[in-house]
């Protein structure tokens, strides 16, 4: 077998259809549009997101509002309850809760939050 002898199975292609080339082709007159109406004009057709006349969902769900402030800074929040894992008089780091597994990057700045009890000292830094 040749590369000039390959052929596709039959069935495999079809012919292009080619519409408004009279009757005898099957798709003449019309030309696969139907009969007048909006749908059949050169250009017709309905803009998108157009429902006929029903208010559309577009219109129908509320505007976001407001906006997202781009120097947002993002905090690392502990509260004081999970400080009462550490040792007592122990020194309080962000290393330190980093490797605890209380927070989750040294990037940001920490704030430690009132929920919770503390039952000894320790300090922080």
Not at 22 to 44: F, L, W
Not at 85 to 108: D, M, Q, V, Y
Not at 109 to 119: E, F, R
């Amino acid at each position: 077998m040749r590369q000039n002898e390959l052929r596709p199975p039959l069935g495999a292609k079809h012919k292009a259809k080619r519409v408004g080339r009279g009757d005898g082709s099957g798709h003449g007159t019309y030309s696969g549009r139907g009969c007048k109406g909006q749908k059949s004009r050169s250009g017709g057709g309905v803009r998108l997101g157009f429902e006929g006349g029903q208010l559309p969902l577009i219109k129908r769900l509320p505007r976001k509002r407001g906006f997202t402030n781009i120097f947002r800074i993002k905090y690392n929040i502990i509260n004081v309850g999970k400080l009462d894992g550490f040792s007592p008089g122990s020194e309080i780091n962000t290393e330190e809760l980093l490797k605890a597994g209380l927070i989750k990057s040294l990037g940001r700045p920490t704030k430690i939050l009132g929920d919770g009890d503390i039952h000894h000292s320790s300090s922080g830094r």
